[in-house]
């Protein structure tokens, strides 16, 4: 990893001055200095990052000196960090802060292991040769399928081929397909468009809909609100459909601030405008589409009238919309994520809107539904020829095996879910965790996960921070972070400010890792080694590992780290005329698949397989007089997930953002609406109780006035509270029971509940 000076340094003698800076004037405050925060010096040197902070991998520059580093900044054209050629790389607020954690003293730094009930400090050597240990002989007392590994945002694949080929076990949860869009993810791949959906081509887009989308603060200042202010500079209308006055929705022509959860029912209106007018791509949906008839009937009486009533906007505004966006295609597109993918009928609302691509004809033309194309990366384990036993096949998943789980329809389509993993361990059909960059105790219910983990025979974590989870490990290995490691972008390489090339993008370690910190690649080599697989995995070093995913790329490691990243190869539109649609037929399915698990889960579920409206209510919570309120947990520019908030910087400027910073909390912030609040007798900065059919929430939360969000919809940030490394504030999945998408395993965010002031009735 390091030079003969100690840093794994890449010399820079010229630093790339600031490009044409137009669109990065309009975002605001939102970006890293031109500047370093110090005046520069004749001996300081230049390295190179891949962000890992919300793991979107903008390129980051920082400034070393005397072997600290001491600033950090965007790298100039980066696909992810820039809007492409000629201007100007910057980092979000969280990407800023990476500087911070990279010397946090909060910071894990010596691997741990429980002994005699309590956990106490153990060198490397003593905790591998421990976990080994201890999971030889659960693979012995209750096989290696009763363990799962939970493995978020490794920087490479191989902790698939150490659990499932090596370890033998099938059972695996992801955050995609669990917790971050579900019903978007299985809607996407079983209609064709693959699971890549979220981006539009936005510097060719006419018009652009932010479909439950925070844009601009998701990636505040990054590659995608770039792209978005350079169509709306070019001309572009944007619309955006949100319960809450984002700073997206604040640069849109329209706010639509629809009714949650539903969607479902203002996609299917939009279809029946586009039909009734005769807007829609007769040749698409004639050629390369499949079940257009099933389409047809499902909008046919599905009118903007009607939908004006269930979402709470406009009929004329619905229909407006609706022909603006079909006779702006193919120049138009959906970008749609987490707003529709995190709620109990969010399959098929997701199916509506995709439906609207195959309509309209959008799909991989300019400006449009843009299919991107990763870079062609190997797996080492082929480059090397190495013949893995693959342990886990024959093997089913549990959801599959037992009949205990046959009241759980998605276990035909998704197989394990984030809820149901409680209710396995009670079972005893999972005993033991892998957890790595992961807090599950946030992602749904707390207490259920909770239990669960007290349950299970052996929890490894590998993470960076003390929390409920880590606390209640059986073995805590400190990871060092992405700055610390050599690190080669693999995960959804895709998207980017350069809509038609692909990209690849890659660092070096900025310096050692602070303490006894280490790589998860080499936590897990050791452990292979240590368990007697070492002949499958020769590689010394995760340099080594990415040097053979890129078998068929030009460029070696050392190479895309020189430059932090190169352009490959250009790749044109209609992709699909050459290969088809990656479904049975070919086409892009507007009626899911019959030969597929849908059609099980769907008649389990007593739904079509066509695109359908499921009123809100149906699977999850519904506000009733006991709980008029809908809670929603957000995230801010300030967190990435539950990961970065025991950073004090972003804690400041989260609380200043409030103009709370006065107060001494620094925990998250329940937005409320003034008319909610003041029928509550509620007043921005009084301490707040929230409670669900679940309970009360296990911390108070201080209340944020503001028009910003819709009556009745009352939001939180989450990563806050017990179970949490920030734990003041409120654990927003404290009052989570276990809601979901039945057909998806998506956990249902969207809880009916009540505020009222801390210990007041
Ligand atoms: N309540 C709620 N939960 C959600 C969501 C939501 O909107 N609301 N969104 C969901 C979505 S979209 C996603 S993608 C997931 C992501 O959620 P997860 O995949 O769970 O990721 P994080 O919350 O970032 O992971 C938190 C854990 O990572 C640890 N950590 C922080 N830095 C490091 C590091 O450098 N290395 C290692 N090894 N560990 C580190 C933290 O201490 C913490 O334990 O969250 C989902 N969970
Ligand atoms: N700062 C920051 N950036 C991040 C992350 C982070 O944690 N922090 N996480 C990263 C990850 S993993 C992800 S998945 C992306 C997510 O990226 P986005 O999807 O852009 O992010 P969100 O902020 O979750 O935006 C969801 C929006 O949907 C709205 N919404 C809620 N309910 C409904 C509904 O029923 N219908 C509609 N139409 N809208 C609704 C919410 O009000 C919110 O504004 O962000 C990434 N970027
Ligand atoms: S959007 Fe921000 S946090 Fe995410 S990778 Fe880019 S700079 Fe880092
Ligand atoms: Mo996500």
């Given at each position: 990893m390091s030079d003969a000076d100690g840093f794994g340094l890449t010399r820079r003698n010229v630093l790339r001055t600031a490009g044409a800076a137009t669109v990065a004037a309009a975002l605001g405050g939102?970006?890293?200095?031109?500047?370093?925060?110090?005046?520069?010096?004749?001996?300081?040197?230049?390295?190179?990052?891949n962000c890992w902070m919300c793991h979107h991998a903008c390129g980051q520059q920082l400034t070393v000196r005397d072997g600290t580093a001491v600033d950090i900044t965007g790298v100039d054209e980066h696909p992810r960090g820039s809007a492409g050629p000629g201007t100007q790389g910057t980092l979000c607020p969280k990407g800023q802060a990476e500087l911070e954690k990279l010397y946090d003293p909060d910071r894990i730094t010596q691997p741990y292991i429980r002994e005699d009930g309590e956990l106490r400090e153990a060198e490397w050597d003593e905790a591998i040769a421990y976990t080994a240990e201890r999971l030889e002989a659960f693979a012995d007392d209750h096989g290696p399928e009763k363990l799962l590994d939970a493995t978020s945002w490794s920087t490479t694949n191989f902790h698939e081929h150490f659990w499932r080929d090596l370890y033998g076990t099938p059972e695996r949860i992801g955050r995609g397909r669990h917790v971050c869009f579900g019903g978007p993810h299985l809607s996407g791949n079983l209609m064709g468009l693959g699971a890549n959906m979220r981006f539009v081509d936005y510097q060719n887009s006419e018009y652009i809909i932010a479909w439950g989308r925070n844009i601009f603060e998701s990636f505040a200042g990054q590659w995608e609100p770039k792209g978005v202010l350079e169509a709306i500079e070019n001309g572009a209308t944007l619309v955006v459909i949100d319960p809450q006055h984002t700073p997206t929705a604040q640069k849109a022509d329209h706010w639509l601030p629809i009714e949650p959860r539903t969607d479902g029912a203002l996609a299917l209106a939009m279809g029946h405008v586009i039909i009734e007018e005769g807007l829609y791509d007769e040749a698409f949906v004639e050629e390369q589409t499949h079940g257009f008839e099933a389409y047809r009937e499902a909008v046919a009486e599905k009118t903007p009238e009607w939908a004006a009533e269930i979402t709470g906007l406009e009929a004329d505004l619905i229909r407006e919309i609706a022909i603006d966006f079909a006779e702006s295609a193919p120049a138009a597109g959906i970008a749609l994520w987490t707003g529709v993918g995190q709620y109990a009928e969010s399959q098929k609302a997701a199916q509506n809107v995709f439906a609207l691509n195959g309509l309209v004809g959008n799909i991989d033309r300019p400006g449009g539904f843009r299919m991107w194309q990763g870079p062609p990366f190997s797996d080492p384990f082929d480059v090397r020829d190495i013949d893995l036993p693959n342990n886990a096949e024959g093997t089913p998943p549990a959801l599959r095996r037992y009949e205990e789980y046959e009241e759980y329809p998605f276990r035909h389509t998704t197989g394990i879910g984030h809820t149901v993993v409680p209710e396995m361990v009670e079972n005893g059909h999972l005993m033991g965790l892998y957890?790595?960059?992961?807090?599950?105790?946030?992602?749904?219910?707390?207490?259920?996960?909770?239990?669960?983990?007290e349950t299970m025979d052996l929890v490894i974590t590998v993470d960076a921070y003390w929390n409920e989870l880590t606390r209640n490990a059986d073995v805590v290995f400190p990871e060092a972070i992405q700055l610390e490691k050599d690190t080669l972008i693999d995960y959804a390489p895709a998207w980017s400010a350069y809509h038609d090339r692909r990209w690849v993008s890659a660092s070096k370690a900025v310096h050692e890792p602070l303490g006894n910190a280490r790589p998860g690649f080499e936590i897990l080599t050791d452990l292979a080694e240590a368990m007697g697989w070492g002949e499958y995995v020769p590689w010394e070093s995760e340099a080594e590992y990415n040097e053979d995913m890129l078998?068929?790329?030009?460029?070696?490691?050392e190479e895309i780290a020189e430059e932090n990243f190169v352009l490959l190869e250009e790749f044109g539109y209609e992709q699909w005329e050459e290969n088809g649609f990656p479904t049975a037929t070919g086409q892009f399915q507007f009626d899911l698949d019959e030969e597929d698990g849908y059609a099980q889960t769907a008649?389990?579920?007593?739904?079509?397989?066509a695109p359908e409206w499921i009123p809100p209510g149906t699977w999850g919570d519904e506000p009733d007089e006991e709980y008029?309120?809908?809670?929603y947990d957000t995230r801010s520019v300030f967190f990435s997930f539950g990961a970065d908030q025991p950073l004090e910087q972003l804690q400041e400027q989260y609380a200043r953002k409030h103009g709370l910073e006065g107060e001494e909390y620094r925990g998250n912030y329940l937005v409320m609406n003034p008319r909610d609040a003041d029928e509550r007798g509620i007043e921005t900065g009084d301490m707040l109780t929230v409670e669900t059919q679940a309970g009360e929430a296990d911390e108070p939360v201080m209340a944020y006035v503001s028009e910003r969000t819709r009556p009745g919809f009352v939001?939180?940030?989450?990563?806050f509270g017990t179970g949490n490394s920030q734990e003041e504030g409120m654990n927003t999945m404290s009052v989570h029971d276990t809601q979901h998408d039945p057909v998806s395993s998506q956990v249902d965010r969207h809880l009916a509940a009540e505020v009222r002031t801390a210990g007041g009735e």
């Open positions: 939102c970006l890293s200095s031109d500047s370093p925060a110090t005046d520069p010096t004749e001996n300081d040197e230049f390295a190179y990052g957890c790595h960059y992961d807090n599950p105790l946030t992602d749904g219910s707390t207490e259920a996960w909770l239990e669960a983990i078998a068929n790329i030009d460029y070696s490691f008649e389990e579920l007593e739904i079509d397989t008029p309120l809908q809670f939001t939180a940030e989450f990563g």
